[in-house]
């Protein structure tokens, strides 16, 4: 019995007799619930939604820009129920590059936050902004001062709050959250679902949805069928099923055709 799987956005894999072969996503989960599979290869597509906390190691080899991507991937093992004392997390990043000297400074300056009762998404929210700027440069120069600029906003945590006056602050905040309207969304699924699958530029591009159940269809396209939702909360019951939604690389090619 293959212990390698992948779970990404095309599906579930089992690594099976030298080759990958395609499972539902739903079969994925059982087997690594039930210990079955050792090893699972994850793109962000695990990152929400996926609970893994029977696993003790993560390998992050693909460090992203952003380090709360980072903490959000640690929170699908770190979370209710982790079964070992202790999550080992292991950061892969080429040396010499931006990240890896960005992220040896969080390192570095991550004791030292600890101290500071304080929130520290500003700091971080910084991060992907410097990075950019930094691999964009082609002046090492440039990026020097760049770093020097990181370094400032590092060794400037915020100040000490009392006790009180974070505990007032936090339930004004979350007060003043919950009061928010409810924003509605420019784009329903059910309007993406009407804009997709009666397109005519779609059609002509030889894309066909034929529909399967009240909100699941069948998409042909350049030959190759992917059973689909435009619904999120189909696509939580069965995430075997392709999101037809922003972010989705299927979803963008589609959107790009209709745009041109």
């Known amino acids: 019995m293959s212990q390698v799987a992948c779970y990404s956005g095309r599906g579930g894999e089992l690594y099976q007799n030298g080759e990958w072969c395609l499972v539902p996503k739903e079969e994925i989960k059982r087997r ?3 210990d079955e599979i050792k090893i699972l290869l994850c793109t962000e597509s695990a990152s929400e939604g996926l609970n893994l906390q029977n696993c003790g190691v993560l390998i992050n080899y693909d460090m ?27 950061n892969f990043y080429y040396d010499g590059t931006v990240e ?23 700091i971080l929210a910084q991060v992907p902004t410097f990075i950019e700027r930094a691999v964009m440069s082609a002046d090492p120069e440039e990026e020097d001062v760049l770093m020097s600029q990181f370094d400032s906003v590092l060794n400037s945590p915020p100040p000490r709050l009392a006790i009180e006056e974070m505990v007032a602050m936090d339930l004004e905040a979350d007060l ?24 005519a530029i779609l059609k002509a591009n030889g894309v ?8 699941t269809w069948q998409l042909n396209y350049k030959g190759q069928n992917y059973t689909v ?32």
């Open 208 to 215: 066909q949805f034929e529909r399967r159940s009240e909100r």
């Open 32 to 34: 690594f619930r039930q």
């Open 229 to 260: 939702t435009f619904y999120p909360n189909v696509f939580d019951e069965m995430p075997s099923l392709g999101l037809m939604n922003f972010g989705d690389p299927l979803f963008e090619k589609l959107l790009q055709t209709i745009n041109c």
């Open 176 to 199: 003043a959250e919950i009061q928010k309207p409810i924003a509605s969304a420019p784009f329903t699924p059910e309007t993406i679902e009407q804009l997709f699958t009666y397109s």
């Open 100 to 122: 890896a000297k960005v992220y040896r400074k969080l390192r570095d300056r991550i004791n030292a936050f600890a101290t500071v009762v304080g929130n520290l998404q500003p």
């Open 64 to 90: 992203p820009w952003n380090p709360m991507r980072v903490e959000q991937r640690i929170g699908r093992i770190d979370r209710i129920g982790q079964r070992y004392p202790t999550v080992r997390i292991h």
